[in-house]
């Protein structure tokens, strides 16, 4: 069993950036696919980025390719998030999540494939 917590999310400014971080404990955290998945106030929970344990392949929505990075830092067991160039429609709840039982290079996109979910940290962008 794996617990989640995100951290780093709050107000800022259209252009702006923020880090946000989902610390992972219990479990094996090296061998987790990790993703990030926001949703919006009245919309449908969607991908936002992912990450194979093994560090080496990740995979963006395209509404935040080349602004939004996807690490992490298996000493400390956490998963990153960096926004950039914020937008108001990047305005959510962003939460991480765990998926088990994956090789090592695979990348997971769907919500329903993945075991594990932090509770989320809110992401507000002003314009």
């Known amino acids: 069993q794996a617990l989640l917590v995100e951290s780093g999310g709050g107000l800022v400014q259209a252009g702006g950036t923020l880090r946000l971080s989902c610390v992972v404990s219990?479990?094996?955290?090296?061998?987790?696919?990790m993703g990030w998945f926001r949703q919006a106030p009245g919309k449908e929970r969607e991908f936002v980025a992912a990450?194979?344990?093994?560090?080496?392949?990740?995979s963006y929505a395209d509404s935040v390719k080349g602004r939004f990075t996807m690490s992490k830092d298996n000493r400390k067991t956490t998963v990153y998030l960096q926004l950039d160039n914020l937008k108001p429609e990047d305005t959510a709840v962003y939460s991480c999540?765990?998926?088990?039982?994956?090789?090592?290079?695979?990348?997971?996109?769907?919500?329903?494939?993945?075991?594990?979910w932090g509770q989320g940290t809110q992401v507000t962008v002003s314009s």
């Open positions: 999540a765990a998926a088990t039982f994956r090789q090592g290079h695979v990348v997971v996109v769907a919500a329903n494939e993945y075991n594990y």
């Open positions: 219990g479990g094996t955290f090296t061998r987790y696919a």
């Open positions: 990450l194979s344990w093994n560090g080496d392949f990740t």
